[in-house]
Structure formats: structure tokens, C-alpha cells
């Protein structure tokens, strides 16, 4: 039996939690999502609290104990942060140490010193590419936003010309690429394999990231012609060190868990034979949480002490770098455990009907849900979660190729039209000095064609592996 198929069958029992039909549940799924978009929108209610209060109503309109309703509820919980909050802790981590050593102004830096005129937005989209892998995307926009300023002013470049690349790199890799947390959970709660994702979601973000950045750009600028703010360009982390690491350490630091992962993907296709010493070995090294911790430990070597940081600087970094993280554990956890209500009361298997009868693609399904979820609530961590968990069962059958592009058509339409209950419209918004129309045409423009090139190119694969 594969991996899929025990973790499938470890997450859908074979008697849901209650008798209902396809009309309650079908009822039971829209009133539970209208509550935590009610809760999210209206009341302001953190998504960690909306995602727990709607999953109980999820079970309470379906019919369901509410004593098994809570046992799903924190089952789910706790199989996801088991999962993937160790990964989401560690690459907070390792986004720290990148950003208080340096490292990330030292990659901005040299590429920058390297590019001028039009290759400047190319430029943009490279750093915001590479920087983007380990980073949160709040993280990212906080770190790039001074730079995006400072060459807007210095070179006398449209601010859209430079932000919207910038933007579209870190949003592309928070959507796609794992180890993000979205996509993470995505893959958790489908049972894909990391390695194939993460190799797949390189080849969709790299012609996504051109369409939506750097040529995209071209037209956000004549739309919105606006100069850099001068009063919002803040320090840069590295301007009170006296030194910073390498611009070759800092790369293969940051590259190191996407090189590992990648590596026993491609080990596991090439032998195929899970008892062959070389392929255990490259099974252990490119798992996910021995790929970021080498990187953490090597970060230590390449980031922080070339720095100047000294051993005693290292317990207080990593505290402030996991501190952020506590609200995105929870809205994740919450998520897994809304994603295995769903499951639990047999919605899952209704999908998995609903898509037969209807004749329409997983694929296209997917992405649909996650749009729709996107949409309503603003977030797209809750919507990779929660269309994740409602598409899980379609992932049974599936070849393990495929089951990387559910997870992909999923990221994809989980960014899809940012807008007004987005958190990241408002960070954009107030960074760039824009009015919310000037934003609405610019960066919700901007994350539409990432959602829709990417499930294109998604659906695209689909049908040629």
C-alpha cells in the first residue's frame, strides 16, 4: 500500500459521524463557511476563533454528537500541527536569521549592483524569487519594501514598475511553493508527495511569476503612475551591522532545503526501490524537516557568524522569530481540524459525488473552492486549508503527479482577487502611499493573474504528465 493510500485512509473513516443526506450537507457546508467569513468579515473575530466556531456549527447543522463533532475537531488539530507546524517553526527560523544577519539585504544588494535600466524589474522578481522561498510573505514585504523604494527614488522608475515584480515573486512562492505554509497543509491533508509539489510548483510560479511581474508591471505603471513615498522608506536590518555574511554563503543557505527535497524526489523516480541504501539515505536528508534544519544549522555558520553574531545572540533570535508564528499555528491547526469535520460528516465523499455527476474536473474543482473560499474571507491560508480538506477525497485515485497538482491548483486559487478583507491589500496599500482604487488595479489585478496563469499552467499539466 503507498503512502496515499494510508494516509487517505487514515484520515476518512469508513462511517461518517452522521446520517445526513447531500442536501444537509450540502446546507451544513455553506452555513459552516458562512459563519467564519460572517465572523471574519463582520465581527472581526481572529481566523483561529471563526475557523474553531464554524466548524462546530459545520457538525451542529449536519446532524452530528457534538462529542464527535469536538473529537474531529481536535483530531484534526492536532494530525496537522503534528504535521507541519515543526516545518512552519523552522522556516521562521531560518527567515530570521536571514533577515537580522543581513543575508537577505546582501542577496538584494548584489543582484541589484548587477542590473540597471530595463532589467531592473527582472532584477526585482529574482530577489523577491529567492527571498521569498523562506520567508513568510508579510516577512518578505516588510524586508523588500525599503528596497523597492530606494530604487523607485534613486533610479526615477514608476513605483509599479518596480513594486509589482517585487510583490509577484513573494506572493507566487507563498502560494506555490512549499515549504509555505499554505501549500504545506495542502499537501498534508491530499497525501502528495513534497518532493514532486515542490518541483512542479517551480515550473508553474517560474512563467507565472514573468506573465504577473516584470511584464505585467508595464501596464500597472501607466495605470498608476505614482512616485515612492519618501516618509514610508524605514531602515534597512543590516544598516547597524558592521558586517554582513557572503552573497554565495547566503544563497546556498537559503537554496539548501529546496536542493534536498528536490534531490530525493528525483532519487526516488530514477531507483524506485524504498529498501535500496541510497534512496533510504536521500529519504531521510530531503525530508522536509531535515532539509530546513540542515539549513538552520548551517545558517548558523553562514549568516549569524559572519555577522558578528555570538552564541548568546541565538536563543533571543530564535524566540522572536517563532513569537510571529503562534497565530499562524493556530489558524493552520484550526484548519486542519475544520478540513477533518468536513471529512468526518462524510462532505468529502459528497464532493467526490457532486464531481462525478457533474463531470467536472478535480482540477478545475479545486481551484473553484479555493477561489470561493478566497473570496469571502480574505485569506489564503484559510482558503488552501479549508478547499484542501473539502478535495481530499479526490486525491484517492489519483497518480502521485496529479496529486502534486491538486495541491497546486488549490494554491493557485487561493490567491485569487485580493481585496478589501485581505490583510495583505492593506500592507500593500500603506507601504505604496495608494488609494484603495489605485490598489484594487494594481495588486488585486496583479494576484488575479497569478491565480489564473497558475491554474491554467496547472490544468495545462495535467493533461501532458
Avoid: C
Avoid at 508595464?218 to 558592521?242: C, G, H, N, T
Avoid at 464531481?355 to 474543482?365: C, G, K, T, Y
Amino acid at each position: 500500500m503507498t503512502r496515499l493510500s494510508v494516509e487517505l485512509l487514515a484520515a476518512d473513516p469508513v462511517e461518517p459521524i452522521t446520517s445526513a443526506g447531500h442536501a444537509q450537507l450540502g446546507i451544513a457546508v455553506l452555513a459552516g463557511i458562512a459563519v467564519i467569513v460572517l465572523l471574519i468579515t463582520k465581527f472581526k473575530l481572529h481566523a483561529f476563533l471563526s475557523l474553531t466556531i464554524g466548524s462546530l456549527a459545520l457538525g451542529a447543522f449536519a446532524g452530528a454528537p457534538l462529542d464527535k463533532v469536538i473529537a474531529s475537531f481536535t483530531g484534526g488539530l492536532g494530525t496537522t500541527v503534528a504535521g507541519v507546524g515543526v516545518l512552519i517553526a523552522l522556516g521562521a527560523i531560518l527567515g530570521k536569521m536571514l533577515a537580522d544577519s543581513g543575508g537577505a539585504d546582501q542577496i538584494v544588494d548584489t543582484i541589484l549592483a548587477k542590473a540597471g535600466g530595463r532589467s531592473m524589474p527582472w532584477a526585482m522578481v529574482l530577489i523577491a524569487s529567492v527571498i521569498g522561498l523562506p520567508l513568510f510573505f508579510e516577512v518578505g514585504v516588510v524586508l523588500l519594501i525599503p528596497v523597492v523604494l530606494m530604487v523607485a527614488k534613486r533610479g526615477n522608475y514608476s513605483l509599479m514598475r518596480i513594486g509589482i515584480p517585487a510583490l509577484a515573486g513573494l506572493s507566487v512562492m507563498h502560494g506555490l511553493v512549499p515549504p509555505h505554509p499554505g501549500p504545506l497543509v495542502a499537501i498534508d491533508a491530499i497525501g502528495a508527495d513534497l518532493g514532486v509539489t515542490l518541483a512542479l510548483g517551480v515550473l508553474v510560479a517560474i512563467p507565472t511569476v514573468i506573465i504577473a511581474g516584470p511584464l505585467f508591471s508595464r501596464y500597472a505603471a501607466r495605470w498608476v503612475d505614482v512616485p515612492a513615498p519618501d516618509k514610508m522608506i524605514p531602515q534597512r536590518p543590516s544598516e547597524d551591522l558592521e558586517k554582513r555574511p557572503g552573497f554565495g554563503a547566503t544563497l546556498i543557505t537559503i537554496l539548501l532545503p529546496v536542493i534536498l527535497m528536490l534531490s530525493k524526489a528525483l532519487v526516488d523516480i530514477v531507483i524506485d526501490d524504498p529498501e535500496n541504501t541510497t534512496q533510504r539515505v536521500f529519504d531521510v536528508i530531503g525530508s522536509p524537516l531535515i532539509a530546513l534544519l540542515a539549513s538552520v544549522l548551517l545558517g548558523i555558520f553562514t549568516l549569524l557568524r559572519p555577522a558578528g553574531f555570538g552564541r548568546e545572540r541565538l536563543t533571543p533570535l530564535v524566540e522572536k522569530g517563532l513569537a510571529p508564528i503562534a497565530g499562524i499555528l493556530l489558524i493552520v491547526g484550526a484548519g486542519g481540524g475544520f478540513k477533518q469535520t468536513l471529512i468526518d460528516t462524510g462532505v468529502g465523499a459528497m464532493i467526490l459525488d457532486i464531481s462525478e455527476d457533474w463531470s467536472i474536473p478535480a482540477l478545475l474543482l479545486a481551484w473553484l473552492i479555493a477561489v470561493a473560499i478566497r473570496l469571502a474571507t480574505g485569506s489564503a491560508t484559510v482558503a488552501t486549508v479549508s478547499a484542501a480538506g473539502l478535495v481530499a477525497p479526490l486525491a484517492a485515485d489519483m497518480s502521485t503527479t496529479h496529486a502534486a497538482l491538486l495541491v497546486l491548483a488549490i494554491g493557485a486559487g487561493s490567491l485569487f482577487f485580493s481585496h478589501v478583507n485581505d490583510a495583505g491589500f492593506w500592507l500593500v496599500k500603506e507601504y505604496f502611499g495608494l488609494s484603495v482604487g489605485q490598489t484594487l488595479k494594481t495588486w488585486s489585478v496583479m494576484e488575479t493573474i497569478i491565480s489564473v496563469v497558475a491554474g491554467g499552467l496547472v490544468l495545462l499539466l495535467s493533461l501532458i504528465i
